[in-house]
Structures are given as structure tokens and as C-alpha cells.
């Protein structure tokens, strides 16, 4: 935009002789600030797949001469964004973004300006992470059983998984040992077989079963 301020020099009109003399007005144009334009911006990246940046200032301009552009952050940022000079990076190692489940997208969006010293634009940046399949976490779990008798244990016990909606199980991975079964995601061992005949009075044998727990 410019500001106008017209100025006039004098002059005459003379008649007499036939003579025509013309007045000669001048303008200035005063120049005012323009504020940036801004373009939004946009990133994909998969969860726990590290970092992606973006220049913020991607698509910004500003038709003042000798302009200089520059990144004003927010005061706060999203879980796993920050912001140095004008490159705006996420990281998808971020603990918030383990709950998303293979192929669940969640956008994070970030609010900034875009400032050439006098006037500020805001813009954004969407991020899309995409959810990545996390493995269960288990717990090693332990019982105890007299000969003769039996006992059972649920195999999901300790078991977790951070992805929203996951279902666990029990799958069996190895030969069972003698007098143990699994049963759905129940874990017994019948140590009334005569596998178990020969334990004297107090003395213990330690039976280990491995097994899976699986996602899907």
C-alpha cells in the first residue's frame, strides 16, 4: 500500500496573447508496511520413524523491498514439536505417539507467525504421523504347585500393549513339558502325572513353559 500526499506548484493561465501556460502538480508516494503472505504448510511422517522438519517460512513473501522474514514461535508447542530459527520439526519418537495403532493417523498442527518486524501473519504446519504396530510387553510370571495337584495361571498376566484397540493372546512356541497345557490364555500344569512321582518330601523341580503373546 502507499500513501498518497499530492503537492502543487503554482502556475498561471495567460490569455492576452494566446498563449496557454499549464500548472504542473506533483504527487509523492509514501510507502507503508505490508503485512506477509503466508502459504500453509503440511508433513507426513510414521510414529516412532524419527524426525521431519519444515522451513516455516516455505511459501511466505512479502512485496516490501529488503524485506527480512522470520519465525515467531508459539508459547507452547505440541508433544514432540520444536522450533529452531525458522525450521519447525517433529519428532515421531515421542512417547504420545505410541497409543496409535498400525495405520491410525493423528494430525498435529502447529500455530506460528510469520513476521517481518513490524507486522505478523499466522500460519501452520500439519504434521500426519501414522501409526506404526508396537510389540506387547510382557511380565515373567511364576507359580507354585504341590505333587499330586494342579494349578493354572492367565498368561496375559503383566501383559501390554501401547496401540489403541490392540487385543492380546496366548500362542503357544515350543513342545509343552510334561503335565502343562494351554488353554485359551489359561497356563496350567497337572503335576499329578507320574512325571512328578519321584519328588521326595520339600524337594522342588521347576517346570518353564514359553509361550507368546501376540497382537494379532
Do not use: K
Amino acid at each position: 500500500h502507499r500513501a498518497i500526499c499530492p503537492t502543487m506548484d503554482e502556475g498561471a493561465i495567460r490569455l492576452g496573447n494566446g498563449n496557454l501556460s499549464w500548472a504542473t502538480a506533483s504527487v509523492q508516494i509514501v510507502g507503508v508496511n505490508d503485512a506477509p503472505t503466508v502459504t500453509s504448510l503440511t508433513a507426513s511422517i510414521n510414529e516412532g520413524n524419527g524426525t521431519t522438519s519444515v522451513d516455516g517460512l516455505t511459501g511466505a513473501a512479502d512485496v516490501d523491498n529488503g524485506t527480512t522474514l522470520s519465525i515467531v514461535a508459539p508459547e507452547t508447542l505440541p508433544a514432540g514439536v520444536s522450533i529452531n530459527g525458522s525450521v519447525i520439526t517433529l519428532d515421531a519418537n515421542d512417547t504420545a505417539y505410541d497409543s496409535l495403532a498400525q495405520d491410525e493417523t493423528q494430525e498435529v498442527t502447529v500455530t506460528y507467525g510469520v513476521t517481518d518486524g513490524i507486522a505478523t501473519t499466522s500460519n501452520t504446519v500439519t504434521f500426519t504421523v501414522t501409526g506404526t504396530n508396537d510389540a506387547p510387553t510382557v511380565t515373567a510370571l511364576s507359580g507354585a504347585v504341590d505333587e499330586g495337584s494342579s494349578a493354572s495361571l492367565d498368561g496375559l498376566t503383566g501383559a501390554a500393549d501401547v496401540d489403541n484397540g490392540a487385543v492380546l493372546s496366548v500362542v503357544e512356541t515350543d513342545a509343552l513339558p510334561t503335565g502343562a497345557s494351554i488353554t485359551g490364555n489359561t497356563i496350567a500344569l497337572d503335576a499329578s502325572g507320574a512325571a512328578y512321582d519321584y519328588l521326595a518330601e520339600g524337594v522342588t523341580q521347576q517346570v518353564a513353559v514359553t509361550y507368546g503373546v501376540t497382537d494379532g
